[in-house]
C-alpha cells in the first residue's frame, strides 16, 4: 500500500478530527501530498494541499478551521479538523502526485468523516 489514510470517524458538530496518510517514502519525497473529499453524487474536491517545501492552499470551505502539516520523518501528513460542520461530511482521500513530463499521482483509500449530532 503506498498511501494509507486514516483518522475519519463520527464527530458532532463543532467537534475536531484529526486525518493521517503515511505514504511511501520515495511518494512522499517527491510529491505534493493533499486532502481531497467526496460525497455521493458529487465530484471529487481539494480540500488542502502541502507541497514538497511547504507551499499550503486550502479550500475556501475549510480556510481557518483545516489544518495540513507533512511530517517530513515520518513520510505522513495530516489534516487538523476543527469546527466540524455537517457539510464536512463526506469520504476523505489522501493523494501525493508530482509532475515529471507527465503528471504522476497516486491515490490512498477513502476515509469516512461524519458530523452529525
Known amino acids: 500500500v503506498q498511501l494509507q489514510a486514516s483518522g475519519g470517524g463520527l464527530v458532532q458538530p463543532g467537534g475536531s478530527l484529526t486525518l493521517s496518510c503515511a505514504a511511501s517514502?520515495?511518494?512522499?519525497?517527491?510529491?505534493?501530498m493533499g486532502w481531497y473529499r467526496q460525497v455521493p453524487g458529487k465530484q471529487r474536491e481539494l480540500v488542502a494541499s502541502?507541497?514538497?517545501?511547504?507551499?499550503?492552499n486550502y479550500a475556501d470551505a475549510v480556510k481557518g478551521r483545516f489544518t495540513i502539516s507533512r511530517d517530513n520523518a515520518k513520510y505522513t501528513i495530516y489534516l487538523q479538523m476543527n469546527s466540524l460542520k455537517p457539510e464536512d461530511t463526506a469520504v476523505y482521500y489522501c493523494?501525493?502526485?508530482?509532475?515529471?513530463?507527465?503528471?504522476?499521482?497516486?491515490w490512498g483509500r477513502g476515509t469516512q468523516v461524519t458530523v452529525s449530532s
Open positions: 502541502i507541497a514538497r517545501f511547504g507551499e499550503i
Open positions: 493523494k501525493g502526485w508530482y509532475t515529471l513530463g507527465r503528471t504522476y499521482d497516486f
Open positions: 517514502r520515495s511518494i512522499f519525497s517527491a510529491s505534493t
